[in-house]
């Protein structure tokens, strides 16, 4: 079957609004959907994934790695190593540079997969009403209308109104609550914000006690966990404190290094009585020589650690440079 994303296909709607009204909103009832309406709507709706709005050219990506700023005054070193003879420095440091900006092109593919990981939080298989009876289908097939069963250990499929019975959800996925709260369709917040409605559960989540019944009302990109995968590829790049003070770091080390072997020249070849020409390839190597080619290495190194370390804790991580503050927007 072929399938059409219609990414503003999905009915604007209220979720809060009267349960009656909003079936009637979502062309649907108690009863769930027939199979035959559900194809056609997943046709028109597009399936309950979430997607990649857009993908990163890995060439620029990892001309990013070989720039650094860190790195740009490596290859300066490199370049005047070369010029004066040393070619095994020179030699070394590019193989540092290239080692270097491989790994953490890797680790930057890894952390930038955000959305993928936030879709990690749907389940394979939902238990829906079809036809008059309780089916298990594949999540991705479900669309706005379907009525969904939901009982303890169930990981919530969509967003969705519950109108029957009341059930314990782990809200942690979107909130970062520790304790599961209480979601009953008997608690009714008619106009109040969404993530504070009592009586609607989310796509991600997870129903830790009870069961009940609920209405899809939003599947795919257009429920709250698409919106943070969707916000999450719309924040644009910013040059985050610990770049900038790397850059600074990189150009505080230029300008010491270019100070100390323009100063080296005349006191090497009037005081020491080089010539000028040996003169200069001791500044080049006394320049190279305070370039710290470890540094960036230990850099990447420290924040690729970094960032394992708060995906085992549950976080989405966007960018290496991301994990020196949770306060980043680059940190989900």
């Given at each position: 079957?072929?399938?059409?994303?219609?990414?503003?296909?999905?009915?604007?709607?209220?979720?809060?609004?009267?349960?009656?009204?909003?079936?009637?909103?979502?062309?649907?009832?108690?009863?769930?959907?027939?199979?035959?309406?559900?194809?056609?709507?997943?046709?028109?709706?597009?399936?309950?994934?979430?997607?990649?709005?857009?993908?990163?050219?890995?060439?620029?990506?990892?001309?990013?790695?070989?720039?650094?700023?860190?790195?740009?005054l490596?290859?300066?070193?490199?370049?005047?190593?070369?010029?004066?003879?040393?070619?095994?420095?020179?030699?070394?440091?590019?193989?540092?540079?290239?080692?270097?900006?491989?790994?953490?092109?890797?680790?930057?593919?890894?952390?930038?997969?955000?959305?993928?990981?936030?879709?990690?939080?749907?389940?394979?298989?939902?238990s829906?009403?079809r036809?008059g009876?309780?089916?298990?289908?594949?999540?991705?097939?479900?669309?706005?209308?379907?009525?969904?069963?939901?009982?303890?250990?169930?990981?919530?499929?969509?967003?969705?109104?519950?109108?029957?019975g009341?059930?314990?959800?782990?809200?942690?996925?979107?909130?970062?609550?520790?304790?599961?709260?209480?979601?009953?369709?008997?608690?009714?917040?008619?106009?109040?914000?969404?993530?504070?409605?009592r009586?609607?559960?989310?796509?991600?989540?997870?129903?830790?006690?009870?069961?009940?019944?609920?209405?899809?009302?939003?599947?795919?990109?257009?429920?709250?966990?698409?919106?943070?995968?969707?916000l999450?590829?719309?924040?644009?790049?910013?040059?985050?404190?610990?770049?900038?003070?790397?850059?600074?770091?990189?150009?505080?080390i230029?300008?010491?290094?270019?100070l100390?072997?323009?100063?080296?020249?005349?006191?090497?070849?009037?005081?020491?009585?080089l010539?000028?020409?040996?003169a200069?390839?001791?500044?080049?190597?006394?320049l190279?020589?305070?370039?710290?080619?470890?540094?960036?290495?230990?850099?990447?190194?420290?924040?690729?650690?970094g960032?394992?370390?708060?995906?085992?804790?549950?976080?989405?991580?966007?960018?290496?440079?991301?994990?020196?503050?949770?306060?980043?927007?680059?940190?989900?």
């Amino acid at each position: 079957m072929a399938e059409v994303v219609d990414e503003a296909a999905q009915p604007a709607l209220d979720p809060t609004e009267r349960m009656d009204l909003l079936a009637r909103d979502l062309r649907s009832s108690r009863t769930g959907l027939t199979s035959r309406e559900a194809e056609r709507r997943l046709t028109h709706f597009g399936a309950n994934t979430l997607r990649r709005r857009s993908q990163r050219q890995w060439p620029r990506e990892l001309g990013r790695q070989l720039t650094h700023p860190l790195g740009l005054l490596l290859w300066a070193a490199a370049g005047l190593a070369w010029l004066v003879g040393i070619h095994a420095v020179a030699i070394a440091i590019l193989v540092v540079i290239v080692i270097n900006a491989l790994f953490a092109f890797v680790q930057e593919r890894h952390a930038e997969r955000a959305v993928e990981a936030l879709a990690a939080y749907l389940p394979d298989r939902a238990s829906v009403v079809r036809d008059g009876a309780v089916t298990v289908v594949d999540a991705t097939q479900l669309v706005p209308g379907d009525v969904l069963t939901i009982g303890e250990g169930d990981r919530i499929s969509a967003d969705a109104r519950l109108f029957e019975g009341g059930v314990e959800v782990d809200l942690s996925a979107l909130t970062g609550e520790a304790m599961p709260v209480y979601r009953s369709a008997d608690l009714v917040d008619t106009h109040a914000p969404l993530m504070q409605a009592r009586d609607l559960v989310f796509s991600g989540t997870v129903c830790t006690e009870g069961e009940a019944r609920a209405m899809v009302f939003a599947t795919g990109m257009h429920t709250e966990l698409g919106r943070i995968a969707s916000l999450s590829e719309r924040v644009e790049r910013a040059e985050s404190p610990l770049e900038a003070q790397v850059r600074k770091v990189a150009w505080l080390i230029a300008l010491v290094s270019v100070l100390l072997g323009c100063a080296f020249i005349p006191l090497a070849t009037f005081g020491a009585g080089l010539s000028f020409v040996n003169a200069v390839v001791f500044a080049v190597g006394l320049l190279v020589g305070n370039v710290p080619e470890g540094l960036l290495p230990v850099i990447t190194l420290a924040l690729a650690i970094g960032v394992r370390g708060l995906a085992n804790r549950g976080a989405v991580v966007k960018r290496l440079s991301a994990v020196e503050t949770l306060g980043s927007t680059d940190v989900i």
